[in-house]
């Protein structure tokens, strides 16, 4: 089985602070996602990578950014944190053949 | 835009008794559709995976039927369990890989076993 890990189960940051997300993989899969999920909006994709060193925007985007030095590690970004960046983050890994996406457990953050 | 809609979003059933899932998408040019289960505070687990080509995929108690034309996906379990209590998500995938094979998710199901 694909196993995703992220590098914290909970965290809690101060507004302003710079907070790195991690994610680890431990299969040879080329592409990664991060993904907030929030009551009532479900699931929405920040950013995307299919490949190191490349990245795409999701559908939200602002106030993040991320890093793909390594196939096997995506890291997520919060650039100056945020009230409203309080939520559940989630990493998911898939394959270019099948392309079923494994998620990793989550990490749930609140910025106070 | 793909939209993806699960309905209802609550359902409470006796032990024993089947779950029917429903899942709906409006745009028939998926890649692939896959079923997710989610415990309360963890991540997503996944359950069964769809092509496009293909038209149900069974893993033990699960059944999961694709009708791409009408836009539909169904999951059964059967025989439930108070450990099948849980939201479950389905996801769709667009036909276009270069998207990075991103998925549009419903907004779950969240489902109640009772003993």
């Known amino acids: 089985d694909v196993k995703v890990t992220q590098s914290s189960r909970y965290l809690v940051k101060r507004t302003g602070e710079k907070v790195f997300l991690e994610c680890v993989q431990d299969?040879?899969?080329?592409?990664m996602f991060w993904y907030r999920q929030d009551p009532g909006l479900g699931l929405r994709l920040i950013y995307f990578?299919?490949?190191?060193?490349?990245?795409e925007k999701g559908d939200i985007p602002e106030g993040y950014s991320v890093s793909r030095e390594k196939k096997e590690r995506f890291s997520l970004i919060l650039e100056s944190a945020s009230t409203n960046q309080t939520s559940m983050y989630l990493c998911?890994?898939?394959?270019?053949?099948?392309?079923?996406?494994?998620f990793g457990p989550g990490t749930r953050l609140t910025v106070t | 835009k793909q939209e993806v809609t699960q309905i209802p979003a609550a359902l409470s059933v006796p032990e024993g008794e089947n779950l029917v899932l429903n899942c709906s998408f409006t745009?028939?040019?998926?890649?692939?559709l896959q079923w997710f289960r989610q415990d309360p505070g963890k991540g997503l687990t996944s359950l069964l995976l769809?092509?496009?080509?293909?038209r149900e995929q069974t893993s033990g108690r699960l059944n999961a039927s694709l009708d791409k034309s009408s836009g539909r996906s169904t999951l059964y379990i059967a025989a439930s369990q108070p450990g099948d209590s849980a939201t479950y998500l389905c996801a769709v995938q667009g036909g276009v890989k270069a998207a990075g094979n991103k998925l549009t998710f419903g907004g779950g199901t969240r489902v109640l076993v009772k003993p």
């Open positions: 998911a890994a898939t394959g270019q053949l099948i392309y079923e996406q494994y």
């Open positions: 990578s299919y490949d190191v060193k490349m990245k």
């Open positions: 299969m040879d899969h080329e592409n």
């Open positions: 769809i092509q496009s080509s293909q």
């Open positions: 745009d028939s040019a998926i890649y692939n």
